[in-house]
Structure formats: C-alpha cells, structure tokens
C-alpha cells in the first residue's frame, strides 16, 4: 500500500482563523514532506521531517507551523494566513537515509482558500 | 544550478500519437531522475524514474530517454490515450540536499 491521506480535502479560512491540515500514512516512512502547489506550477517544497525531527525549512513565514506528532502523522498549523497563501498542499513521505528519500509519494492535497 | 527545465509547456496529440516532453538539467549531482503524472484535483503519482548510468527504461507504453552527456532526459508516450491527459513533471532528485526539483510541468492532452 503506497497511500497518503490527507484531510480536510477542502478548506476555507479567514485571514485571521487558526486552522490544521493533517496527513498521515502507514508505510513505515521516517521521512515526510510538506509541499505547496499553485495552479499550473510544480510543487514547492516547505519542509522536511526526519525521524520525526525538523530538518529542512525552506524558509517558510512563521504563520505555517508543521508538527509530526510520531512517524505516522504530519500536520500543518495555519494561522493568519494571507489570500496569496491560497493554493493545494501536499503531503508526501518516502523512506530516509542515503538515496531513500529519492522516492516520494504524495497525497492527495488539501485545497486551501484563504478570504 | 538547481534547476530543472521542462518543454513543452503544453502539448495536445491524437490518440494513439506518441508526446515527447524533454527535460534539461546542469547540476552533475543530480542522481535520480523520476517523472510524476498529476490529474486535476490529485496529488502527484510516481511514474516511472531513471538513474543517470541507465540511457533508457522503459515500464509499459511509457519510456525514458536519458543522455548523461547533454544532461537531457525525455518522457515518450507510446499509443497515448484520452486517459492519459495529464499535468506531467520531471524532476531531479539532489541527494547532497535530499531534495526533489521539478521542472515547470508540460499539460498533455490527447484527442479522442
């Protein structure tokens, strides 16, 4: 099974709301990534857990917080998030250590609006 | 240079046509080569990927092309379908940083 799930499936926040995105997946990855995809672009890459730790930030603003309370589970808090900040974020987790983070599998996506 | 650079940018064939969508890279620390396939509303999927001491792979009607010399990889689609209309990324995976780079995508699409 090479799923990643992600919920909600959609989500619509006000500027000032304070909201988690979640992701989970249970194909024994120590590696997990948060991804930001505008429409028709590539998907950027936010950050990166290891082993459960933090250990890429692409220099993401503070008002995106990741978390990853064990090696199953990765969320994104979102507070005070801004309209351009509207987009589809992705999940993805691969294997960790040497060339094991090469092979990423994604999930579905959240599709966020920010009013 | 990190990046990736993907064309076309759009590409229409008739069914059973063959699309060819071409990458190009500069960093030689580059060392894995996947292509990814997104429809509308989904996450990319893995497609089929590549090391650069391999010149081609091919798994079912799709294949890579892979020239180690010019830093060029390809994409071919044999007898594409309508079902194969899809956003389609290379990428190039930079172990040093541990990091997948995608290029701009190419939107397929393929006429009954």
């Known amino acids: 099974d090479t799923e990643v799930t992600q919920t909600p499936k959609h989500l619509v926040m006000g500027m000032t709301n304070k909201k988690s995105l979640k992701c989970e997946q249970h194909m024994g990855h120590r590696a997990m990534y948060w991804y930001k995809q505008k429409a028709k672009k590539p998907p950027e890459l936010m950050f990166v857990?290891?082993?459960?730790?933090?250990?890429i930030n692409e220099s993401v603003p503070s008002r995106f917080s990741p978390e990853c309370p064990n090696s199953s589970l990765l969320n994104l808090h979102l507070h005070a998030l801004q309209p351009e900040d509207s987009a589809l974020y992705l999940c993805a987790s691969s294997q960790d250590g040497g060339l094991a983070r090469e092979t990423q599998y994604f999930g579905p996506g959240t599709r966020l609006l920010v009013l | 240079q990190q990046q990736v650079k993907q064309s076309p940018q759009s590409l229409i064939v008739q069914k059973g046509g063959i699309p060819i969508i071409n990458c190009a890279y500069e960093?030689?620390?580059?060392?894995?080569f996947p292509w990814y396939q997104q429809f509308p509303g989904k996450g990319p999927a893995l497609l089929i990927a590549?090391?650069?001491?391999?010149s081609e792979k091919k798994e079912g009607r799709f294949t890579i092309s892979f020239n180690k010399s010019a830093k060029q990889f390809s994409l071919h689609i044999m007898d594409s379908q309508p079902g194969d209309s899809a956003t389609y990324f290379c990428a190039a995976f930079y172990n040093q940083g541990g990091k997948l780079i995608f290029g701009q995508g190419t939107e397929l699409s393929v006429k009954p």
């Open positions: 960093n030689t620390a580059f060392d894995y």
């Open positions: 590549i090391r650069p001491d391999v």
């Open positions: 857990y290891s082993y459960e730790k933090l250990s």
